[in-house]
């Protein structure tokens, strides 16, 4: 069940929208003032709050903090802050802002031109997403990259490393952060721990601050109470009369990368006092669904936004990249960058590279699916991701033998107006035989 996602539609306005602004940033060339404009009309209208909670006064706040995320890094570094950039959920943000520099996520997504823009140094057949993280600043519209005093890339599989590469070769500053996929040897293990004390020297030497235990228990800490809150947030889906879906949780996921845990935590605090009071905006029997796959980039909202357009809502979210791991903190005693190393590489649930992974992996699923009475699974993966590819055909399996319905997507971030309707149909079909099973 193949289905490549090529393109938005009436609908969906996002991609005509962006060739518009590419145009216009050609247009007005080298005149920074004029394409920095641009830059914040064109977030100000892609990533406007635009879900099921969008009368939410926090939501739109958190929105707007995201958007302008770029200009207070700017800001920042005017004072001599050093800004680290970094891609993969194995780079610890912990160990970022203990050095006294901000972290800053390369997550973005959703557009086919940066992807493209990588063809002539990279090949195509490399995930679109890893080639967006370096395609945006290749078309001079990425205003962070530029200015960032660090990139750490987690080399996990080739993909992301050929991006490290690319950035080397683009003469921009960047480390790489190894990660073994053959997590259970201890020696896999011990690399990654003596890599994050590799990343702790460097980060000390860029920002010229010592990490002490007492800033890098307060770091720790700080997150670890924002995981919190997203995980209480998250446990309100798992009500039959949730108050939100999970267009909404990945965005709000989105947002807390890109504002300090300092203004994030207590406008979290007062969505999740909203959300226990507020009531369901979903019919009664609705479609509980679980999305799935690798990853659902910062602005790469088409699927999430159509499943719940289309009748369904997702309660459930089994993601490797672009969401916070909520579920696990750090334990904020003892040997700290040890903890942080046990917590990352072996507590969390392994990502699809690593292996032998896929039992382990299945199995959560299938957790999921009982313990919140899913109805149906949605497969997301990008084009040329051939692990995810193959475990998708294990999940099938597995779903197919507790007679889960489960549909695969596979995205190349071309969202034409011609590939909408189909997809819509879609998804809409597998929402009705969702709907005729349960009835």
């Known amino acids: 069940m193949f289905y490549h996602i090529s393109g938005g539609s009436s609908f969906y306005t996002k991609t005509s929208d962006y060739e518009v602004w590419v145009f216009a940033c050609c247009l007005v060339g080298k005149s920074r003032a004029l394409r920095d404009r641009l830059q914040e009309l064109y977030y100000a209208h892609t990533e406007r709050f635009s879900g099921r909670l969008e ?23 005017e004072k001599g802050v050093k800004i680290v950039g970094y891609i993969g959920r194995f780079v610890p943000e912990e160990l970022i ?22 063809i002539p140094y990279m090949l195509r057949f490399m995930s679109p997403y890893t080639r967006s993280q370096i395609g ?38 960047t480390v790489r952060l190894g990660v073994p996929s053959d997590w259970k040897k201890s020696l896999s293990q011990q690399y990654y721990y003596k890599q994050l004390t590799r990343l702790k020297e460097k980060l000390e030497g860029l920002t010229g601050n010592k990490i002490s235990d007492e800033k890098f228990k307060e770091s720790i800490d700080s ?19 949730l108050p939100f879906g999970g267009d909404d949780f990945i965005r709000l996921n989105h947002y807390s990368f ?53 009748g369904g809502v997702v309660v459930a979210e089994f993601l490797d990249e672009g969401m916070r791991q909520h579920a696990w903190n750090v334990n904020i005693n003892g040997d700290l960058l040890r903890n942080l190393s046990e917590t990352y590489y072996l507590e969390r ?54 007679s889960i319905p489960f549909l695969k997507l596979e995205s190349s971030y071309e969202y034409s107006r011609e590939a909408m309707a189909p997809l819509t149909t879609r998804v809409e079909s597998f929402i009705e035989t969702v709907k005729q099973i349960r009835s």
């Open 97 to 118: 802002y203990a050095s006294g520099a901000l972290p800053y996520l390369l997550c973005r997504g959703g557009q086919p031109e940066p992807p493209d823009a990588v």
């Open 136 to 173: 945006y600043h290749l078309l001079g519209i990425d205003p962070v990259v530029p200015m960032l005093d660090l990139i750490v890339v987690q080399c996990s599989d080739c993909h992301e490393s050929r991006v490290a590469d690319l950035f080397e070769y683009f003469k921009l500053p």
């Open 55 to 77: 009368n939410m006064d926090i939501l739109e706040e958190l929105a707007r903090i995201a958007r302008t995320r770029p200009e207070k890094l700017k800001e920042r570094k």
């Open 223 to 241: 997150i670890n109470k924002v995981r919190d809150l997203l995980r209480k947030i998250n446990l309100l889906r798992e009500k039959q009369s």
């Open 349 to 402: 649930t392994p990502p699809s590279i690593f292996q032998p992974a896929w039992e382990e992996r299945a199995e959560f699923i299938k957790g999921l699916v009982r313990d919140l009475n899913i109805d149906g699974v949605i497969w997301y993966e990008l084009s040329f991701e051939e692990i995810y590819d193959l475990e998708c055909s294990i999940i099938s399996k597995v779903m197919d033998e507790m």
């Open 258 to 310: 890109y504002c300090d845990p300092e203004e994030l935590l207590p406008k979290l605090n007062d969505l999740y006092e909203q959300l226990q009071k507020g009531k369901s905006p979903y019919p009664e029997g609705v479609p509980r669904l679980l999305l799935a796959g690798h990853v659902v980039s910062v602005g790469d909202y088409v699927v999430p936004k159509l499943i719940e357009a289309s």
